[in-house]
């Protein structure tokens, strides 16, 4: 991904990126935008991070679609997000792609007020949507976990509480809703998922505020 801040005007960017071609084919729709506002630990302190997927269709393909932008003018800023980046989600019929743990470059908090993330296909047709980071209102402290032997303990007052298992490559293995306390490890995942586990984390979220925290990874195995 690549992070464009006060070098060109905003509007110069988007319009030499996304400008509108005159062949035929169609433009991509952007159904819904799904963003979220994340906490996540790191060694100098908790910094915030967008999460940002969008529900789309694109009837030459999803192929066909070259990059997502996430823009803020207020702030100059623009996101371009290629098919590299992408993480894919399917919900039955629907293909939702986005990513993750986009931030500012010296970690300060993320602009408040209106974005828009903006789909552009090969062609340069466009769709775009808009979506909001709200002010911050008190959310609870972020997640936090212990584990003793196959057992873990989830330390979370988080509306919904989600433990999240990842493998030794680092990638997310499984994750399962859980609540606070203490729970059995090959019960929440099952005797052979456990088994791929090298590192578990909690995450929290209220969809009501549309925001979610992270706890440290602790190693399983």
């Not at 996304?18 to 630990?41: D, F, T």
């Not at 293909?95 to 007020?113: F, K, N, V």
């Not at 729970?183 to 505020?209: H, M, W």
Request: proline letters at 5%.
């Amino acid at each position: 991904m690549k992070l464009i801040k006060h070098e060109l005007s905003l509007l110069l960017i988007i319009v030499a990126i996304l400008s509108l071609a005159s062949c035929g084919g169609e433009p991509p729709e952007l159904l819904a935008v799904e963003a979220r506002l994340e906490i996540r630990p790191g060694e100098g302190g908790e910094r915030e991070t967008l999460s940002i997927f969008v529900n789309l269709r694109d009837g030459d393909g999803i192929e066909d679609i070259e990059a997502l932008w996430i823009v803020n003018e207020g702030a100059e800023l623009a996101w371009g997000i290629g098919p590299d980046k992408w993480t894919f989600r399917n919900e039955g019929a629907e293909t939702w792609i986005g990513a993750a743990d986009l931030a500012m470059p010296d970690y300060s908090p993320l602009p408040r007020g209106g974005w828009r993330v903006i789909a552009a296909d090969l062609a340069g047709r466009r769709s775009e949507r808009s979506f909001r980071i709200e002010k911050d209102a008190s959310s609870p402290a972020s997640p936090s976990l212990k584990i003793v032997g196959r057992s873990v303990e989830i330390i979370s007052t988080w509306p919904e509480t989600t433990l999240v298992a990842y493998d030794a490559a680092g990638s997310l293995a499984r994750a399962v809703s859980a609540r606070a306390g203490r729970a059995d490890i090959d019960t929440l995942f099952g005797r052979a998922d456990t088994e791929r586990v090298f590192s578990l984390a909690v995450y929290g979220y209220d969809p009501v505020q549309k925001k979610g925290a992270y706890s440290w990874r602790m190693k399983f195995r």
